[in-house]
């Protein structure tokens, strides 16, 4: 009897279904407004990577990242070793899906890649390297961007402390940051003056 209880509670535990990601190309019409004439990239140099990710409320889900095709087997990489780390991410939606407005998708706290757009720093307008699709932006709520006094997305003035670490938070020693850094990404949040917590892009961008 106590064997056959054994066999069913094995039969009735949830199984962690295994990480995938699949890769496809992306049409002019399906970039939406995240991409327009004068662009540095064309879509046909982008590949939309859907994979398999943990949700802040403990459950397997399926999103999608715009990327560059040179930066795909990175992002499978990473994303990989942040599912086996059970690493939370809020939500993963394509910023097509907030109609290329990145402060919709900071304020949705959507992890987002390609988005066709000037970096938003002083200076002369520069392509992001998120134009390029070599860019990731991760749980933004939870890992601001601080430029001056601003605090974006705003509701991120509440993980300003980041001292203490909190789910979803990108800290120096913690498994965001190694898993990027492991693939030679760049980490905005070692950047002195305007450090952008969320951010991480490929070093050849």
């Known amino acids: 009897m106590r064997l056959l209880a054994l066999v069913l509670l094995a039969a009735s535990s949830p199984q962690a279904p295994p990480f995938a990601a699949t890769v496809s190309r992306v049409t002019r019409a399906e970039l939406g407004a995240s991409w327009h004439a004068g662009c540095p990239v064309a879509p046909a140099a982008l590949r939309r990577v859907r994979l398999t990710y943990w949700g802040f409320d403990g459950a397997a889900r399926t999103g999608a990242l715009v990327v560059n095709a040179d930066a795909v087997p990175d992002v499978k990489r990473i994303f990989a070793r942040l599912y086996a780390g059970r690493f939370p991410i809020r939500r993963m939606r394509t910023i097509d899906a907030f109609g290329g407005s990145d402060d919709r998708s900071m304020a949705a706290d959507n992890t987002s890649a390609f988005n066709c757009r000037y970096a938003v720093a002083q200076g002369p307008p ?9 860019a990731i932006d991760v749980n933004p709520v939870e890992n601001p961007y601080l430029e001056g006094r601003r605090v974006l997305p705003p509701a991120g003035r509440a993980f300003l ?16 940051v190694r898993s990027f850094e492991a693939s030679g990404w760049e980490w905005g949040g070692r950047w002195a003056g305007s450090p952008d917590y969320q951010h991480f892009q490929a070093r050849r961008s």
């Not at 520069?126 to 070599?134: D, K, L, P, T």
């Not at 402390?161 to 498994?175: N, P, S």
């Open 126 to 134: 520069h392509w992001s390297a998120h134009a390029y699709g070599r």
């Open 161 to 176: 402390d980041r001292t203490r670490a909190r789910r979803g938070m990108a800290v120096g020693r913690g498994l965001l």
